[in-house]
């Protein structure tokens, strides 16, 4: 039960860090985006504010993943982007559409039908000589990321960046039940924090250049469809008996919710403070 509510007050915290980050990116100063770029958002309290969001959602992910399986987990951070739309609704001002309230109850069924399907286990460990081997895969991602940013694709930006978050996910699932001071020592953690660092710089440079909802949608998208698999196929995460069909309609309702909702393509602007009459 606990891990359920990780769960669930990581989701929230994500949908927050997305809108706040997406302002703070959106009214940067556009000149030089990419490493320029996020030296500028570094020291915006906003864009603060949205990272801070997205570090205690990905601990609590971390915490959640000891006992939960990676298809839940992810598709629960997923459904952020849904909470992005009702935080842009209720902060922003956007406007509800009827589509948006649809995708909304596609995204709660889907969530619905993993969760029941779920059985809590602990995942296969890694091994640490395989773990070596990967740290080499956040620095390939970073090069054809800096070939990307020099390119206007928002799409491969965000896929890139739902890569990393993939890594991410693997990665703590193994690690997220072995002893806290162990960590520093096991190469799976370095290459986690690796590819957390390069999501979130490619993710932001994405946010820049389009908009939230669609990038995050395509972004957590690659990463659930990613994880998912090699989650039930390598790291022993169980389903209920008989409840196979659950995991793959639950995940193609989730993933469906995430992409209209990302086509939706709100601009994330911040409301400007109301002018004085001359």
Not at 235 to 244: E, N, S
């Amino acid at each position: 039960m606990l891990a359920h509510i990780e769960l669930a007050v990581s989701t929230a915290m994500y949908g927050m860090g997305i809108v706040a980050q997406s302002v703070a990116a959106r009214r940067a100063d556009r000149r030089g985006a990419g490493l320029g770029l996020l030296a500028r958002l570094a020291t915006d309290r906003l864009y603060q504010l949205g990272f801070a969001g997205q570090v205690g959602g990905f601990a609590l992910a971390f915490l959640a993943r000891a006992e939960l399986p990676l298809y839940l987990v992810q598709a629960g951070s997923s459904c952020a982007v849904g909470l992005a739309t009702a935080f842009g609704v209720l902060a922003l001002g956007w406007r509800v559409r009827p589509v948006e309230v649809a995708m909304l109850g596609v995204l709660a069924a889907g969530l619905v039908l993993l969760a029941t399907a779920s059985v809590p286990s602990i995942a296969h460990d890694i091994p640490a000589g395989l773990g070596w081997v990967l740290l080499g895969l956040p620095l390939l991602i970073g090069l054809v990321a800096i070939r990307a940013c020099r390119t206007d694709s928002v799409l491969f930006l965000a896929l890139l960046a739902g890569l990393a978050f993939a890594v991410v996910a693997i990665s703590g699932r193994s690690l997220a039940d072995e002893p806290l001071h162990q960590l520093p020592l096991n190469p799976l953690t370095w290459l986690m924090l690796m590819a957390a660092v390069l999501g979130q710089a490619c993710m932001t440079v994405a946010l820049a250049r389009g908009s939230a909802t669609s990038t995050v949608a395509t972004m957590d998208a690659a990463s659930m469809v990613l994880t998912s698999v090699v989650g039930i196929a390598a790291l022993g995460d169980r389903v209920a008996p008989g409840r196979q069909w659950s995991v793959v309609l639950g995940l193609a309702l989730v993933v469906l919710g995430v992409l209209v909702l990302g086509s939706a393509g709100r601009p994330v602007v911040a409301r400007e403070p109301a002018r004085e009459a001359v």
